[in-house]
């Protein structure tokens, strides 16, 4: 079997561990030469690595090779895969993504609204096609398999400017709804599950589970988080104390549009005032994740320092962020055609919306790429919210790539989270300050 080098691009992120972990437990699935952590912050990429360092001379064979570097084409060159999770601007920057449209009374959010889509998206889209060109420079056959988010919008805009070859753009959270899923049904793994789902990144729905018996069990399950509520079992990330706040608003989604299964996203859109009202300005997610994750990782580089020498790795919880990334290159890797829900271009795979639209679907992962599996057309209800969000995805790619004012503009005021026009141009001119050198200088048409 043939062994591969992969890059963390990222790896100063405090979800290394948890992909280290997975790829240990999964060294038969997919079987590593070496392994290269690549960051831009030689502070953060220290830490993990003093922190993981031993964990992985402990439990992989002594061949595999591992190095920490800050240097591209050291980190670029012969790999056979790139696991990309950068963040553009830090935590510090999803501070102002999540607050500034707070201060106007819209949802602050990471990935959802003028903060997600617009404010990050504009900024992650030169650091992620950055990753892929150097990437792609030095492995030009490597596959770039992409979690930095907002996903959706990244994802866009890889399309546009590589056409997503060797691209696969991918998102943990449909894994972490289906473990819980899969616990409250009494089965013992997420993949024992086989959905059916529609929509765009953190925008979708579930429309039916079978199981390995091929029975839907989307009914039951239904019934269940009606009764009983939504069962956060899902992995260590998805249930500290605030995720439990998600998991709760979930089942009110469901009591509301009991249809299909949604992605708990959807909470952002579909009640976003009662979500404000439920938002603190003072203290948002990005506090909540700095005096969380990051303050552990930090605690624990400080023990490694205290005594270098004796130094023990904490022992790592699984995570569904490690193990999709892991199980979907390995399906790649050798040609398993896995089938996940991943982020890709249409192409009717969703009949009756646009063919260029970055959706997310089930695809069969080939070697040679994600096949998606088509469906039948969705109706009006979803049709609407979907576009409506396309859109505002759309426009914010547009944004970046023509430097354009007027189109950040449309992305703000055409999104669902915003009711007005005063609003959307106060929240972009704050944003435009808040992000300085991080979005290209947006002009304004004259007409
Ligand atoms: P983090 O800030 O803790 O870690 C990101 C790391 O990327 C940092 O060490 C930082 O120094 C580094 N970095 C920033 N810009 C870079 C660049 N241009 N090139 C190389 N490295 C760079 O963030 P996190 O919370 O661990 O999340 C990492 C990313 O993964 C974010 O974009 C987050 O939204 C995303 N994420 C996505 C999913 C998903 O479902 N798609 C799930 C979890 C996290
Ligand atoms: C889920 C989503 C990611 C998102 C993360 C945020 O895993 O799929 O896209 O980045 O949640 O989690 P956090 O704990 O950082 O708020
Ligand atoms: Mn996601």
């Given at each position: 079997m043939k062994k591969n080098t992969v890059v963390i691009a990222g790896a100063g992120s405090t979800h290394t561990p948890g992909i280290i972990q997975s790829l240990i437990q999964k060294k038969d699935t997919l079987p590593l030469k070496k392994l290269i952590l690549f960051d831009i912050d030689e502070d953060r990429l220290d830490r993990v690595k003093a922190v993981m360092t031993q964990f992985i001379k402990d439990n992989y064979d002594k061949e595999l090779e591992v190095i920490a570097t800050l240097d591209y084409a050291e980190a670029f060159t012969g790999v056979d895969f790139v696991f990309a999770q950068i963040r553009q601007g830090g935590l510090e920057m999803r501070r102002d993504d999540e607050?500034?449209?707070?201060?106007?009374?819209?949802?602050?959010?990471?990935?959802?609204?003028?903060?997600?889509?617009?404010?990050?998206?504009?900024?992650?889209?030169?650091?992620?096609?950055?990753?892929?060109?150097?990437?792609?420079?030095?492995?030009?056959?490597?596959?770039?398999?992409?979690?930095?988010?907002?996903?959706?919008?990244?994802?866009?805009?890889?399309?546009?400017?590589?056409?997503?070859?060797?691209?696969?753009?991918?998102?943990?959270?449909?894994?972490?709804?289906?473990?819980?899923?899969?616990?409250?049904?009494?089965?013992?793994?997420?993949?024992?599950?086989?959905?059916e789902y529609f929509g765009l990144n953190h925008f979708g729905w579930f429309t039916a589970l079978y199981d390995q018996t091929g029975k839907d069990r989307l009914p039951e399950l239904r019934e269940k988080i009606i009764s009983t509520g939504m069962e956060a079992c899902s992995d260590r990330h998805h249930k500290d104390k605030d995720w439990q706040k998600t998991w709760k608003q979930y089942a009110e989604i469901v009591k509301?549009?009991?249809?299909?299964?949604?992605?708990?996203?959807?909470?952002?859109?579909?009640?976003?005032?009662?979500?404000?009202?439920?938002?603190?300005?003072?203290?948002?997610?990005?506090?909540?994740?700095?005096?969380?994750?990051?303050?552990?990782?930090?605690?624990?580089?400080?023990?490694f320092l205290a005594d270098p020498d004796n130094y023990k790795s904490p022992v790592q919880e699984f995570t569904v962020f490690g193990d999709f990334i892991v199980d979907a290159a390995a399906s790649i890797a050798y040609n398993k055609g896995y089938r996940y829900l991943v982020i890709v271009e249409n192409n009717g795979a969703i009949p009756n919306l646009p063919a260029d639209a970055m959706v997310e679907v089930p695809a069969y992962l080939r070697s040679w790429g994600p096949e998606p599996v088509a469906r039948k057309p969705i109706s009006s209800f979803y049709k609407g919210l979907?576009?409506?969000?396309?859109?505002?995805?759309?426009?914010?790619?547009?944004?970046?790539?023509?430097?354009?004012?007027?189109?950040?503009?449309?992305?703000?005021?055409?999104?669902?989270?915003?009711?007005?026009?005063?609003?959307?141009?106060?929240?972009?001119?704050?944003?435009?300050?808040?992000?300085?050198?991080?979005?290209?200088?947006?002009?304004?048409?004259?007409?």
């Open positions: 607050k500034i449209p707070l201060k106007y009374g819209v949802i602050g959010q990471e990935t959802c609204g003028p903060g997600g889509s617009i404010s990050y998206g504009i900024r992650s889209i030169p650091g992620v096609i950055k990753i892929i060109e150097e990437a792609k420079k030095y492995s030009p056959d490597c596959w770039i398999l992409n979690y930095s988010n907002p996903a959706a919008v990244v994802a866009e805009a890889t399309r546009r400017k590589f056409n997503n070859e060797r691209i696969l753009n991918i998102c943990d959270m449909p894994v972490a709804i289906l473990l819980s899923y899969s616990k409250m049904l009494g089965l013992s793994d997420w993949t024992e599950l086989d959905p509301d549009y009991p249809e299909y299964l949604p992605n708990s996203y959807l909470q952002y859109y579909l009640y976003s005032s009662d979500v404000v009202k439920k938002m603190d300005l003072t203290h948002t997610r990005a506090d909540m994740v700095i005096e969380g994750r990051e303050k552990e990782l930090k605690e624990e580089y400080n023990k979907i576009e409506n969000q396309l859109s505002s995805e759309k426009l914010a790619v547009d944004a970046y790539f023509e430097n354009s004012y007027d189109k950040a503009l449309q992305a703000i005021a055409v999104n669902k989270t915003v009711s007005s026009t005063s609003i959307a141009k106060a929240i972009l001119d704050d944003l435009i300050e808040a992000n300085g050198e991080y979005w290209p200088k947006l002009e304004k048409k004259s007409y």
